[in-house]
């Protein structure tokens, strides 16, 4: 694949004696966005985990931007530079205001100059409508707001590659299309690499350029998304597209 900027092979992962990561081999293209999709339990979140370093794997490897991740400590800090990811739960300090929330990681991580990121901390805020919360704190937001913040959080950062982990999935259905078409605009209009894993079919096949389906913890289909929603390869992709309310 031209342009590869991550490469995942024959990787496996376990929990104890339940394997839960099959021989997973894939590649993603610079500016490409690729949708994990599947029923629960299939593994994406725990495929998405592994690449960013939160969990670890007993065998394969990953490279990204042709080196391959060695995962000490030092390095998955270095690493998790480069590939930001944002979490259904949001994960923001609650002793910490909204600005010093987005701020503390370049600030502390990659030693910018604090001025400099809080001035981009605003505009990223107002970006997302949210610029008037900066002195607020996580528990005075709604789970909407507080997504978005997380969102910022992670582009602060400047990631070369997102991961998105089901971001909508514990907010009401109102606060759903916000986040959406934030995620949306960062593929169509900054063509950012990602990964984005979802159970919103209509977003899925919005953003998607391709889909890889997932099940018992392996890829069961790796299609274009087109394809994948006009005409799934397997009969158990087939089943699931048809259970899904699009």
């Known amino acids: 694949m031209a342009n590869t900027i991550l490469n995942v092979k024959e990787l496996n992962k376990a929990y104890g ?10 590649s993603v293209a610079k500016g490409e966005v690729v949708t994990l999709l599947g029923p629960s339990g299939s593994g994406k979140s725990t495929l998405i985990r592994t690449i960013n370093g939160l969990e670890d794997y ?3 490897q990953i ?3 042709g080196e391959e991740v060695v995962p000490t400590e030092k390095n998955l ?4 530079q480069k590939i930001g990811m944002v979490f259904q739960s949001y994960d923001l300090f609650p002793n910490l205001s909204v600005l010093d929330n987005i701020t503390l990681g370049p600030v502390k991580v990659q030693k910018k100059d604090k001025k400099s990121v809080e001035s981009e901390a605003h505009e990223l805020l107002k970006s997302v409508g949210l610029n008037e919360f900066a002195s ?8 909407g707001q507080k997504q ?4 910022v959080r992670a582009l602060a950062l400047h990631p ?9 999935a514990s907010l009401d259905p109102e606060m759903v299309r916000g986040i959406l078409d934030i995620i949306i605009g960062l593929a169509k209009n900054d063509h950012m690499t990602m990964i984005v894993v979802t159970h919103e079919m209509n977003f899925a ?8 389906f997932l099940e018992n913890g392996q890829i069961l289909e790796q299609t274009p998304a087109d394809k994948f929603f006009s005409n799934p390869q397997t009969d158990r992709a087939k089943d699931f597209l048809e259970s899904m309310d699009f």
Do not use: C, W
């Open 17 to 26: 004696k339940k394997q839960v990561l099959h021989d997973i081999n894939f």
């Open 58 to 60: 007993q065998s394969g």
């Open 63 to 65: 490279f990204f931007q």
């Open 77 to 80: 800090q270095k690493l998790r």
């Open 136 to 143: 607020a704190y996580p528990r005075q937001l709604s789970g």
């Open 148 to 151: 978005r913040v997380a969102i």
């Open 160 to 168: 070369e590659f997102m991961l998105f982990d089901e971001v909508t």
């Open 205 to 212: 096949k919005q953003i998607a350029d391709r889909v890889l």
